[in-house]
């Protein structure tokens, strides 16, 4: 099983509509989750922390199941703006060169 | 400003040639990275380097190596250039001293090696 899963899609989805998507992990010890965002030819960019209760920000919530080991994102009213890829990041002590790893990404496209 | 630069945003080389690219960030983070993302558009980490110490992605080709004049800057060096590193390169950086793993990346170099 790979360190960290996500489905890469692509993702196609009304505009106004509800998305969400998981991304899963192998290391049951992993301490800290992040979502980031990356638009084509741009870099990744922080979108969202993940934490154990949950989190909202604004049409954006994050999710962590420890039991079953995945974190999701669900996107709210979606907008044209939110077609991007979706990384999630997982930190593990022990995991990776750094302890950091990314997911491959799912691509989401949003369609007026 | 600028948070994390690097430059230059393109570069198209030949095989066998070396060049580098290099990074600054301004946000006064303690530890700076280097990854790649190739053409499956898979992000792997090549390095991660704060003054103390520098952790090397051990499937990382030693062409490859970091150079750190200062805390701020992070350059990335390769050596006889091939062509299975045409990728995006990015430099990125983080405060891990206080804990804070957030990421802040550059905007990336589009390497081309012909």
């Known amino acids: 099983r790979k360190e960290v899963e996500q489905d890469p899609g692509p993702f196609n989805v009304p505009e106004g509509a509800t998305v969400a998507f998981n991304c899963t992990y192998s290391?049951?010890?992993?301490?800290?989750f992040f979502w980031y965002r990356q638009d084509c030819r741009k870099e990744p960019k922080l979108l969202m922390s993940?934490?154990?209760s949950g989190n909202e920000d604004g049409r954006f919530t994050a999710q962590l199941n420890r039991a079953s080991q995945y974190i999701s994102l669900l996107i709210r009213d979606s907008k044209l703006s939110d077609s991007a890829t979706y990384l999630c990041?997982?930190?593990?002590?022990?995991?990776?060169?750094?302890?950091?790893?990314f997911g491959k990404g799912t691509h989401l496209i949003i369609q007026p | 400003d600028t948070a994390v630069s690097q430059t230059p945003k393109y570069l198209v080389t030949q095989m066998g040639n070396d060049k580098s690219i290099k990074c600054e960030q301004n946000?006064?983070?303690?530890?700076m990275y280097w990854y790649k993302q190739d053409s499956k558009k898979f992000l792997k980490i090549m390095f991660s380097y704060n003054n103390k110490e520098l952790i090397i992605n051990e499937t990382v080709p030693n062409r490859f190596s970091p150079k750190s004049p200062d805390k701020a800057h992070l350059n990335l060096h390769i050596n006889s250039l091939e062509l299975g590193d045409s990728a995006v390169y990015f430099c990125?950086?983080?405060?891990?001293?206080?804990?804070?793993?957030?990421?802040?990346f550059g905007s990336g170099t589009q390497l081309s090696v012909l």
């Open positions: 990125a950086s983080s405060q891990k001293r206080t804990g804070d793993e957030k990421l802040f």
């Open positions: 946000l006064g983070h303690d530890t």
């Open positions: 990041v997982v930190i593990s002590r022990g995991g990776g060169a750094d302890g950091l790893t």
């Open positions: 993940v934490y154990s």
């Open positions: 290391n049951s010890a992993s301490q800290s």
